[in-house]
């Protein structure tokens, strides 16, 4: 009985060794791994907004309703408008998206 004691221990111990190894192992593999963060759309505007630019650029659907569209815009707006220091021209953008989404108008009619 007193030899089974240590032999316990040591298995235990090496166990946690194990255990150990493999968890530092799959923090690794998880900090490796590419960053699963929004995707934005990397190209520039074109010169017709479209219904699909618009939605990317409201960051939403195309068959959003219209209260959602304009719950979208209030929320891009706050963070790019003019006044807090954001593009009079990402603004104009912003502010067409909007008007594509709700049928105002057909696009291109930025000011810039």
């Known amino acids: 009985m007193l030899f089974g004691t240590p032999l316990v221990a ?63 815009h209030r929320k891009v707006m706050v963070a790019n408008h003019p006044d807090a220091g954001g593009s009079h021209y990402l603004a104009s953008k912003i502010n067409e998206a909007k008007d594509v989404m709700l049928g105002k108008t057909r696009g291109s009619e930025s000011a810039f």
């Open 10 to 72: 040591g298995l235990a111990v090496a166990a946690a060794a194990l255990a150990g190894r493999y968890g530092i192992q799959a923090w690794q593999a998880f900090k490796a791994r590419p960053p699963t963060l929004r995707k934005f759309y990397e190209g520039g505007f074109q010169p017709t907004m479209t219904k699909r630019e618009a939605a990317l650029i409201l960051g939403i659907r195309e068959s959003t309703p219209a209260d959602k569209v304009k719950e979208a």
